[in-house]
């Protein structure tokens, strides 16, 4: 478990963080949401020590991020997927920068070929293993960000908009990726991103509005507020939204939908008559 209590962080007389109090489990999907500048990636960085408390814990497995003889421990146990995936590359090659995570751990030969291996095929990219990092498209590279991080065997991964660079469709597979982790792997993802539509998919949402948490529930729960997320300067996902629009007509809409399947059962319940 990652346990953050009384978080503060201070930059230039300007606070970032303000009393940040959260628990992340293993095996969830935690979605951050939160206007430009309201402290998720200060936040993210100290999750896995890129950043230390000056003010208030953070511990990971009970490992204070404090513990400069732990921070490889703490490191190798939360990895962060960065926006700009070849601002993480240590090799040239897609296999020798998955491998590069393992070989500074020390490990011998046959085990960082297998943790390699692994991670290329988990993440879907192992046809592209001896191609150069440079010559793949942003998606591409971005899952090879993810291979590198995998093959240290992390029980955490955060993705600070790790898809805001992203065409749609490359979006789709990195996202596919990161719920495919924690479903099958038992990994925790925590998915800081602007896109509501990812948060949805999510067990749970934290929203940050000026370096606090404002809110901590499921996303049905989340995003049948409209008057909290716009305060938050957020904005509803489509399928949200529409289900708030044909509210506001008159329509005896119970639920809110997060998803096209949802809207559709939703709308074809109502022409059935059915208001459940």
């Known amino acids: ?52 408390p000056k003010e208030g814990s953070v511990t990971v497995d009970g490992i204070p ?12 146990k939360v990895g962060i997927v960065f926006q700009n995936p070849e601002s993480q590359a240590a090799a040239a090659i897609v296999e020798d920068d998955t491998a590069f995570g393992p070989e500074n751990l020390g490990l011998d030969a046959e085990e960082i070929a297998q943790r ?22 942003g998606g591409q590279k971005q899952l090879a960000a993810i291979a590198g991080i995998l093959a240290m065997k992390p029980r955490y991964i955060v993705f600070d908009e790790s898809t805001s660079m992203l065409d749609p469709i490359s979006r789709k597979k990195v996202i596919s990726c990161a719920r495919r982790l924690k479903s099958e792997l038992n990994m925790s993802v925590i998915w800081i991103t602007h896109y509501m539509e990812e948060a949805a ?22 995003f049948s507020d409209p ?26 809409i119970q639920r809110t939908a997060l998803d096209a399947d949802g809207c559709a059962d939703i709308i074809y319940k109502l022409m059935k008559g059915d208001t459940k």
């Open 1 to 52: 478990m990652i346990e953050v209590k009384g978080l503060y962080s201070r930059i230039g007389g300007r606070t970032i963080l303000n009393d940040i109090n959260m628990r992340i489990e293993r095996g969830t999907f935690t979605a951050i949401l939160g206007r430009n500048g309201s402290g998720k990636s200060t936040l993210a960085k100290h999750l896995n020590g890129l950043m230390i």
């Open 201 to 222: 998919l999510s067990d749970r949402i934290m929203i940050m509005d000026g370096g606090r948490i404002t809110a901590d529930a499921p996303p049905a729960e989340i």
């Open 227 to 252: 008057e909290m997320t716009e305060e938050s300067g957020l904005c509803l996902p489509p399928c949200a939204k529409l289900c708030q629009m044909l509210k506001k007509s008159g329509l005896p």
């Open 116 to 137: 390699t291996e692994f991670a290329l095929k988990e993440t879907g990219i192992y046809h592209l293993r001896r191609r150069p990092i440079n010559e793949l498209s």
């Open 65 to 76: 991020t404090s513990d400069e003889e732990r921070i490889f421990d703490i490191r190798e």
